[in-house]
């Protein structure tokens, strides 16, 4: 069997898990979460969007015909591919324990649910921001497996704009929660577990 079809195969099965989870789980919060809180960044996230599908076009080039995206590719060796294949295997149960974790809570952009709650278990025990960081994870992953330095290189303009709009988020959440929000601050990381909040492990809470 031609190698490539089957790291195109692999691509396409990672995407339509996490594309599938990640759609499953916004519909739940937007039929029960309740309406969005405040000004809704609504705008940006278009914006987002737009730059995703953005960086996305190389993707689907790819999984169409790779050929067409020559122009775009990396030499990796075969090691580095299936190093993306268990990369983007490990982010399809961490998105999932993410968005089961949040619940009804998440929201497409920064402003909050009228039935927010903060979230304090699951990944959310450790990090401020685990989705952005399994996001991040998938598009290394990604870029890794189907060896498209377009794709790597596309995926750090909606990173910066996410970098960029992270505090306004945590604003926000300062706004709503007060003071159990800066406490919850004050003990977690932004996208990546503090070494002292580490140690608390376990229990998962």
Known sequence: MNEE????????????LIFGISATFRRRADREGGALQGENGLRLVVVLRL??????????????????????????????????VAGGTLAVPLAYWVLSS???????????RAAHRLVT???YRWVRHPLYSAGLLLCVSLTLLTALWALGV???????????RTPREEARLVE?????????????????????????WPPLG
């Open 5 to 16: 079809l089957v790291y195109r195969g692999l691509t396409l099965a990672l995407l339509s």
């Open 51 to 84: 730059l995703s599908l953005v960086v996305l076009l190389p993707l689907l080039g790819y999984l169409i015909n790779p050929a067409w995206v020559a122009w775009a590719r990396l030499d990796l060796p075969p090691w580095a591919r299936w190093l993306g």
């Open 102 to 112: 949040i619940g009804t809570n998440i929201s497409p952009s920064h402003a909050t």
């Open 121 to 123: 278990h699951g990944p």
């Open 154 to 164: 596309g995926m750090l303009i909606p990173l910066a704009v996410l970098l960029w």
């Open 176 to 200: 709503t929660f007060g003071e159990e929000y800066r406490a919850y601050m004050r003990r977690t990381g932004r996208f990546f577990p503090r070494l002292r909040a580490l140690a608390a």
